[in-house]
């Protein structure tokens, strides 16, 4: 079998509400952007990594340090529209779009990924989750949850609890944002309209469970915490501080 091509692409928005710049905030001497491509370059299958952003600084910052970046539209709407405005004319198998936020995302993550919806006859699509072992993270309307059948293939997605625990005595899962696409899908995807689903919770995924596509689900055990708060970037720095100083 020929190998795959996959492409990394890491979107990176400079505008957030509750942490404006956060791509370029600093983490322990490197801006949060580069540790985020650093990760994805520790990937072992994927061959190319690529920030699109909207803003000048990101690009310029990216480009000093010699990684690749693209201007996309500041209009576009989602991150995923921004993954593939990128790779558009780019030719490849697989394309996996990395959160711009997640600079403790493990590389393995990624490989995982990308292996499982290789071997997939069905999937569009595959996503990782991770066995929640906080339990005041079940109702925390920012972690958002998966449930999904004995195939690993997603059913559902909230920012609820799923299951409701009347009579439930198993674990949950929650969704680590990052997700590996067929090439051909991701044209399709982005171009179907939004669902109800996807504005009640907004989650873009669950315009793909009512589209009728399948999403596999990758168990990992090493945990990624997304940067959206002032909060979230204190944890950070201080979870990279005590790893770099070992």
Do not use: W
Request: with cysteine.
């Amino acid at each position: 079998m020929r190998d795959l091509r996959v492409i990394g692409v890491i979107p990176a928005r400079y505008s957030s509400t509750r942490l404006p710049g956060k791509p370029l905030e600093d983490i322990n001497g490197k801006s949060m952007i580069l540790r985020v491509v650093e990760q994805a370059e520790r990937s072992k299958m994927i061959n190319e990594v690529i920030v699109a952003t909207d803003d000048k600084r990101i690009f310029d910052h990216l480009k000093y340090f010699g990684k690749t970046a693209v201007m996309t539209d500041p209009e576009i709407r989602t991150g995923t529209d921004r993954c593939y405005e990128a790779v558009k004319d780019l030719k490849a198998d697989i394309i996996v779009n990395i959160q711009g936020d997640e600079p403790l995302l493990d590389p393995e993550t990624i490989d995982s990924l990308i292996s499982v919806l290789t071997n997939s006859t069905e999937a569009v699509c595959s996503t990782p989750i991770k066995k929640i072992t906080a339990e005041q993270d079940i109702d925390n309307s920012n972690i958002v949850k998966a449930v999904f059948d004995k195939n690993m293939y997603a059913l559902y997605f909230s920012r609820s609890r799923i299951p409701y625990n009347r009579n439930y005595t198993g674990n949950y899962y929650k969704h680590i944002g990052i997700y590996a696409y067929r090439s051909d899908f991701l044209k399709t995807f982005i171009g179907l309209e939004s669902t109800m689903l996807e504005k009640c919770e907004s989650l873009e995924q669950l315009r793909m469970l009512e589209n009728c596509y399948k999403i596999k689900c990758v168990e990992v055990f090493k945990d990624s915490t997304g940067v959206d708060t002032p909060e979230d970037l204190n944890k950070v720095r201080k979870i990279i501080s005590e790893r770099e100083n070992r």
